[in-house]
């Protein structure tokens, strides 16, 4: 069955950075674009990145450019999803995100806490 595991979510500072991770499994992992999404405190989930199967094309929310790199390598079916210069705002459970055969998976979710 298709499983997302992320990874990599923890505290950091304001201005810091951390590298989450989701490992995929049960899928061609190659074949689907994948997504990182959030959900912070009292928020709707939203779309923070999104690459294309092969990882040529990739888009971010306006409130992440230039701070975020997502990023995927196919032979170890893992995305990984890079921020620095991390806000306060930033705090959310990050997921992992595909839809394989007309259906949509998510991961577990990481915490991810920017606070001094």
């Known amino acids: 069955q298709v499983q997302l595991v992320e990874s990599g979510g923890g505290l950091v500072q304001p201005g810091g950075s951390l590298r989450l991770s989701c490992a995929a499994s049960?899928?061609?992992?190659?074949?689907?674009?994948m997504r990182w999404f959030r959900q912070g405190p009292g928020k709707e989930r939203e779309l923070v990145a999104h690459?294309?199967?092969?990882?040529?094309?990739?888009n971010y929310a306006d409130s992440v450019k230039g701070r975020f790199t997502i990023s995927r390598d196919n032979a170890k079916k893992t995305v990984v999803l890079q921020m620095n210069s991390l806000k306060p705002e930033d705090t959310a459970v990050y997921y992992c995100?595909?839809?394989?055969?007309?259906?949509?998976?998510w991961g577990q979710g990481t915490q991810v806490t920017v606070s001094s």
């Open positions: 995100n595909t839809l394989v055969w007309g259906n949509i998976y």
């Open positions: 049960g899928f061609t992992f190659s074949n689907n674009a």
């Open positions: 690459i294309t199967n092969t990882g040529d094309i990739t």
